[in-house]
């Protein structure tokens, strides 16, 4: 599962006007007209997904309830997806 609030570099309890500001900025960052690097399409897809899903108020209670669960059911996985986003941001 995609951590939406970490594409868009918010914290999980973000304001609407939060999100679109952060998606804004980012949107802007990685748009592949203004930005030459080979994987700028992918990481503009992915912050428009990510947008697309918490801009939605129902989209986003669901989503946020489904990683609850995660937690709680496999926390052992939840821990290796949480590791390997945070090593993909300090490396990138």
């Known amino acids: 599962m995609n ?3 970490a594409v868009l ?3 999980s309890d973000a304001s609407s006007a ?18 030459p690097a080979p994987d ?8 428009q997904e990510a947008y697309d899903l918490l801009s939605d108020p129902a989209k986003r209670r669901d989503y946020d309830e489904s990683r609850r669960r995660s937690l709680l059911e496999d926390p052992f996985r939840t821990a290796q997806e949480i590791w ?4 993909n941001k300090v490396l990138r």
Do not use: L, Q, V, W
Request: charged share 30%; glycine share 2%.
């Open 3 to 5: 951590n939406y609030y």
């Open 84 to 87: 390997t986003t945070y090593m």
């Open 40 to 47: 700028a399409a992918a990481r503009f897809r992915e912050i």
């Open 9 to 11: 570099g918010i914290d």
């Open 18 to 35: 939060t999100i679109k500001n952060a998606y804004r900025k980012k949107a802007s960052e990685f748009h592949p007209d203004k930005n």
